[in-house]
């Protein structure tokens, strides 16, 4: 993570007094972290996969008008490009997963590997078949964990930069914290969590600009928690929770 910021960070050194997009130079970096947490060694074969805007495609395509029936036999241009983006996601993870396993067939690895795809690669050959997963599984893990991880850092990151611009009393404050933390040394993980002030302007720009707005959870069957009646499919709306006067106060819309 560290060596990925610092090559975003050299990046901008070479656009002094020149605009930047910050959104677009966010995605870039989580991309890169995000690729070398599933794929280790091969973080250059993942990241090249999910450069794919498979998300952005599945999002248009979430929200235009289909027709019974016909939709079966005609498709839209956006809907054959996002089939095209899963099937060549699909190919190329099978490719790697195939490549760690052959590593192990033919002795040049101890194992499946520590990064997340290798963890996914042994619990697709796990001995117990309870907790074997299937490869479409192991696939489908893949592209959640990216789109998950990377879209929802990618953004919050991009609001968090916008309101410490705007409020430049915190960015003093989280300068000096970081300062006063790290020196001129890198950041690690040991003093990184007891950044008090850097954690609170985070979980405040996660309140007020949440990178997912809602969420669906469901249940096996309707339940009754005191006088309220839960349904089998439950919406959360995270937003309106995060904005609701009742629980923050008069002052919620503010930073």
Same mark, same amino acid.
């Given at each position: 993570?560290?060596?990925?910021?610092?090559?975003?960070?050299?990046? *901008?050194?070479?656009?002094? #007094?020149?605009?930047?997009? %910050?959104?677009?130079?966010?995605?870039?970096?989580?991309?890169?972290?995000?690729?070398?947490?599933?794929? !280790?060694?091969?973080? =250059?074969?993942?990241?090249?996969?999910?450069?794919?805007?498979?998300? %952005?495609?599945?999002?248009?395509?979430?929200?235009?008008?289909?027709? /019974?029936?016909?939709?079966?036999?005609?498709?839209?241009? #956006?809907?054959?490009?996002?089939?095209?983006?899963?099937?060549?996601? *699909?190919?190329?993870? @099978?490719?790697?997963?195939?490549?760690?396993?052959?590593?192990?067939?033919?002795?040049?690895?101890?194992?499946?590997?520590? #990064?997340? =795809?290798?963890?996914? @690669?042994?619990?697709?050959?796990? $001995?117990?078949? +309870?907790?074997?997963?299937?490869?479409?599984?192991? &696939?489908?893990?893949?592209?959640?964990?990216?789109?998950?991880?990377?879209?929802?850092?990618? $953004?919050? =990151?991009?609001?968090?930069?916008?309101?410490?611009?705007?409020?430049?009393?915190?960015?003093?404050?989280?300068?000096?914290?970081?300062?006063?933390?790290? !020196?001129?040394?890198?950041?690690?993980? #040991?003093?990184?969590? +007891?950044?008090?002030?850097?954690?609170?302007?985070?979980?405040?720009?996660?309140?007020?600009?949440? /990178?997912?707005?809602?969420?669906?959870?469901?249940?096996?069957?309707?339940?009754?928690?005191?006088?309220?009646?839960? /349904?089998?499919?439950?919406? @959360?709306?995270?937003?309106?929770?995060?904005?609701?006067?009742?629980? *923050? !106060?008069?002052? &919620?819309?503010?930073?």
């Amino acid at each position: 993570m560290i060596s990925s910021v610092e090559m975003m960070l050299d990046r *901008w050194k070479h656009h002094q #007094d020149k605009e930047i997009d %910050v959104s677009e130079e966010f995605r870039l970096l989580t991309l890169e972290v995000i690729s070398r947490t599933a794929f !280790g060694s091969s973080y =250059l074969k993942g990241k090249k996969i999910f450069e794919l805007k498979l998300s %952005v495609l599945a999002n248009q395509n979430a929200f235009k008008l289909r027709f /019974p029936g016909i939709s079966k036999f005609w498709k839209t241009a #956006d809907e054959k490009e996002a089939e095209k983006l899963v099937t060549g996601i *699909w190919d190329s993870v @099978v490719e790697m997963t195939k490549k760690i396993e052959d590593k192990l067939l033919t002795k040049e690895a101890d194992g499946f590997g520590t #990064d997340f =795809l290798g963890s996914l @690669v042994n619990a697709y050959h796990d $001995t117990d078949e +309870k907790k074997r997963i299937s490869i479409e599984e192991l &696939v489908d893990e893949c592209k959640t964990f990216y789109i998950a991880g990377q879209e929802t850092s990618s $953004t919050m =990151l991009g609001w968090t930069l916008l309101l410490l611009a705007i409020h430049t009393d915190w960015q003093e404050a989280a300068r000096k914290e970081v300062i006063d933390s790290f !020196g001129n040394k890198n950041p690690h993980l #040991d003093g990184i969590v +007891k950044l008090k002030t850097m954690t609170m302007i985070i979980n405040e720009s996660l309140r007020l600009y949440r /990178p997912v707005i809602s969420m669906t959870r469901k249940v096996e069957r309707e339940v009754q928690l005191g006088k309220l009646i839960l /349904p089998m499919t439950l919406h @959360v709306a995270n937003m309106a929770l995060h904005h609701d006067t009742q629980i *923050w !106060g008069e002052d &919620v819309h503010l930073f």
